[in-house]
């Protein structure tokens, strides 16, 4: 085995001080995944703007000492935000696979001085370093000489901030600096440290809805504090038509509305049971609407929104922002350099969607300065978009349908022709019950969602 100065760790927490002087050997593994009954994943936000904030403090305290400043390593910044995670559901320095916080630290470290402070609670880089620095064992190892690289790691969960500063000398591994983004961290945990509270109170979920299935660990080392975790599901069950579990990947879907119960198992012979009450998706919206299944896809495929929380407006029309909009989200709003409109000012909700759709040749301007964002779209210019759309994605649009078999066929304007024969063939248009086209006809958004999920099932996929 190396040989490893051995080095004191520290905990801390918010509320109650402990000091606990802790001598680690640390084993050979490092990170591994099976050194656990099960891996939960826990869920929250690695805020990595707070452990930069926390490692300038380190530096300035060690300024005023005369030390040099730590370096931020890549892997310990790894380590730390691991450890910051997992002492969301056990705060120790005891992993809560039952191995030593050490055996987390990269080889790199294994032949230098290797140390650990965390804390949990503080809601700011200051208060946490305050409570570092008014605890001798913290403090000692933020001031010690023999450490020349630090990483930090600060996890946000359930309402609580957990905090994490590894320390080591040796090599520095280079860093480039992340993002705050909320995260699902891989934990692997021994059943005697997985407290998983077992009832629920009632869930509410819309129809159409999917979301996974998160429980809550009670972090018994830290006051009882609850955080949500993603565990693997061996089996569910369900009662009552309302609900659908999915067993393989641990999710639960609103099927209609009404309310249903889930018994859940998890590994280690854990039963959960949660109480879920459906409701409709929009209160203008139910199952028995002829476009019901249209809203639901466009909605749960991010496609539409509601005009408001609780509306989705069937019977108001189609704007041209809107469907800008619409395309816009279906490619995932990529960046676009903004294409100026006298009506369109900075800022406005479709100012990125009317700007992309624009430079790429699928919607454009009245050629006076102006879009018309809020303006109507006749059913013939939705053909024309939609068809520009499948053209500049390179999509197969050969499909072809003489007009002439609608009624009113002829009435279509001669530029829209081309579309129209092409929006037919495929389905995406079709006569009404007197078989006619209606060109200059406007688009309701129920209409235009159906138009839509046809668009997304015939000719996207």
Same mark, same amino acid.
């Given at each position: 085995?190396?040989?490893? +100065?051995?080095?004191?760790?520290?905990?801390?927490?918010?509320?109650?001080?402990?000091?606990?002087?802790?001598?680690?050997?640390?084993?050979?593994?490092?990170?591994?995944?099976?050194?656990?009954?099960?891996?939960?994943?826990?869920?929250?936000?690695?805020?990595?703007?707070?452990?930069?904030?926390?490692?300038?403090?380190?530096?300035?305290?060690?300024?005023?000492?005369?030390?040099?400043?730590?370096?931020?390593?890549?892997?310990?910044?790894?380590?730390?935000?691991?450890?910051?995670?997992?002492?969301?559901?056990?705060?120790?320095?005891?992993?809560?696979?039952?191995?030593?916080?050490?055996?987390?630290?990269?080889?790199?470290?294994?032949?230098?001085?290797?140390?650990?402070?965390?804390?949990?609670?503080?809601?700011?880089?200051?208060?946490?370093?305050?409570?570092?620095?008014?605890?001798?064992?913290?403090?000692?190892?933020?001031?010690?000489?023999?450490?020349?690289?630090?990483?930090?790691?600060?996890?946000?969960?359930?309402?609580?901030?957990?905090?994490?500063?590894?320390?080591?000398?040796?090599?520095?591994?280079?860093?480039?600096?992340?993002?705050?983004?909320?995260?699902?961290?891989?934990?692997?945990?021994?059943?005697?440290?997985?407290?998983?509270?077992?009832?629920?109170?009632?869930?509410?979920?819309?129809?159409?809805?999917?979301?996974?299935?998160?429980?809550?660990?009670?972090?018994?080392?830290?006051?009882?504090?609850?955080?949500?975790?993603?565990?693997?599901?061996?089996?569910?069950?369900?009662?009552?038509?309302?609900?659908?579990?999915?067993? &393989?990947?641990?999710?639960?879907?609103?099927?209609?509305?009404?309310?249903?119960?889930?018994?859940?198992?998890?590994?280690?012979?854990?039963?959960?049971?949660?109480?879920?009450?459906?409701?409709?998706?929009?209160?203008?919206?139910?199952?028995?609407d002829w476009f019901y299944d249209a809203a639901l896809y466009v909605y749960t495929h991010g496609l539409m929104q509601g005009t408001s929380e609780t509306t989705f407006a069937p019977?108001?029309?189609?704007?041209? &922002?809107?469907?800008?909009?619409?395309?816009?989200?279906?490619?995932?709003?990529?960046?676009?350099?903004?294409?100026?409109?006298? /009506?369109?000012?900075?800022?406005?909700?479709?100012?990125?969607?009317?700007?992309?759709?624009?430079?790429?040749?699928?919607?454009?301007?009245?050629?006076?300065?102006?879009?018309?964002?809020? /303006?109507?779209?006749?059913?013939?210019?939705?053909?024309?978009?939609?068809?520009?759309?499948?053209?500049?994605?390179?999509?197969?649009?050969?499909?072809?349908?003489?007009?002439?078999?609608?009624?009113?066929?002829?009435?279509?304007?001669?530029?829209?022709?081309?579309?129209?024969?092409?929006? +037919?063939?495929?389905?995406?248009?079709?006569?009404?019950?007197?078989?006619?086209?209606?060109?200059?006809?406007?688009?309701?958004?129920?209409?235009? &969602?159906?138009?839509?999920?046809?668009?997304?099932?015939?000719?996207?996929?």
């Open positions: 085995m190396r040989q490893r +100065t051995q080095r004191t760790l520290s905990l801390l927490l918010a509320l109650v001080m402990v000091l606990a002087w802790v001598p680690c050997a640390a084993s050979a593994a490092y990170g591994n995944p099976d050194g656990g009954d099960v891996v939960v994943q826990v869920v929250g936000t690695e805020i990595y703007t707070y452990a930069y904030e926390v490692i300038e403090q380190v530096n300035e305290v060690r300024a005023q000492k005369g030390l040099a400043p730590l370096a931020i390593d890549d892997e310990l910044m790894d380590v730390a935000m691991q450890r910051a995670a997992e002492c969301a559901i056990y705060y120790s320095h005891t992993r809560p696979n039952g191995t030593s916080c050490m055996d987390l630290f990269p080889p790199t470290a294994w032949d230098y001085t290797m140390a650990e402070n965390i804390a949990a609670g503080y809601g700011t880089p200051s208060q946490v370093m305050q409570g570092w620095i008014n605890s001798p064992g913290h403090y000692g190892n933020i001031i010690d000489s023999d450490f020349t690289r630090i990483g930090v790691g600060c996890f946000y969960a359930n309402g609580v901030y957990y905090w994490a500063q590894n320390f080591s000398d040796g090599t520095n591994t280079p860093h480039t600096q992340r993002q705050d983004e909320n995260a699902a961290v891989s934990v692997p945990v021994n059943y005697e440290y997985l407290s998983v509270e077992t009832s629920y109170g009632e869930i509410e979920m819309k129809a159409g809805e999917t979301q996974s299935l998160a429980f809550l660990v009670e972090n018994t080392e830290f006051g009882g504090a609850r955080t949500a975790v993603l565990i693997p599901v061996q089996d569910s069950r369900c009662t009552g038509d309302a609900i659908r579990a999915n067993t &393989a990947d641990g999710t639960v879907t609103a099927v209609a509305p009404g309310t249903g119960t889930l018994e859940v198992s998890l590994p280690g012979n854990i039963h959960v049971t949660f109480q879920i009450r459906v409701t409709e998706l929009f209160s203008d919206v139910t199952q028995k019977d108001l029309t189609t704007s041209r &922002a809107m469907v800008a909009a619409i395309l816009y989200n279906i490619e995932g709003q990529p960046a676009v350099s903004q294409v100026p409109f006298s /009506d369109i000012p900075a800022g406005l909700w479709c100012e990125d969607a009317v700007s992309w759709a624009v430079s790429n040749g699928i919607a454009e301007g009245y050629g006076d300065g102006t879009f018309g964002p809020n /303006d109507t779209l006749a059913r013939e210019e939705i053909a024309v978009i939609l068809y520009r759309y499948a053209q500049w994605k390179g999509l197969q649009v050969s499909a072809d349908k003489d007009l002439s078999s609608f009624s009113d066929g002829d009435s279509v304007s001669g530029e829209a022709v081309p579309a129209m024969r092409w929006a +037919t063939a495929v389905g995406l248009f079709n006569g009404d019950q007197n078989n006619m086209l209606l060109p200059q006809g406007t688009v309701t958004r129920a209409q235009i &969602a159906t138009l839509l999920r046809n668009f997304c099932e015939r000719v996207l996929s």
